[in-house]
């Protein structure tokens, strides 16, 4: 087992390529990038730079696409978004949702064998919406 110290209060983290980490700090309102001594690489969110959709409120779980973007569940937002690699550009992710769009999506995961995403979503609705990829 390794311990990788970091400068904030993490929520979720995922591998990505180079020995690198993307983080979510739901307390920050950020995605960060570190590598394996825990420094930032860098970071989106409040009072980030770039192009984008607004501030993130609430980053719950990542997934990381084969691009290595990576897709988070803006929980406060009630929405998912997806920041590429280089964590200067943001984009909302278009859903065909049967209600009012997603409600406080709180995790996001990828099933490449069987092509689909899975999004849990929080409260109210307390559910789980599986999408085709």
């Not at 590429?84 to 406080?104: C, E, P």
């Not at 559910?127 to 085709?132: D, P």
Request: positive net charge; charged residues 20%.
């Amino acid at each position: 087992m390794r311990e990788i110290c970091l400068q904030f209060r993490p929520r979720h983290a995922v591998p990505l390529a180079g020995n690198q980490f993307a983080v979510s700090s739901y307390v920050d309102n950020q995605v960060y990038v570190v590598d394996a001594g825990g420094q930032t690489v860098r970071s989106y969110g409040s009072g980030a730079r770039g192009s984008g959709v607004g501030p993130i409120y609430g980053p719950g779980m990542l997934a990381v696409a084969a691009d290595n973007s990576i897709l988070v569940a803006d929980q406060a937002n009630d929405r998912l978004i997806v920041i590429d690699a280089t964590l200067t550009t943001a984009s909302d992710v278009k859903f065909n949702v049967t209600r009012k769009g997603l409600q406080k999506p709180c995790c996001v995961e990828f099933d490449l064998s069987r092509g689909r995403m899975y999004v849990g979503e929080w409260s109210p609705s307390y559910a789980v919406q599986v999408f085709r990829i």
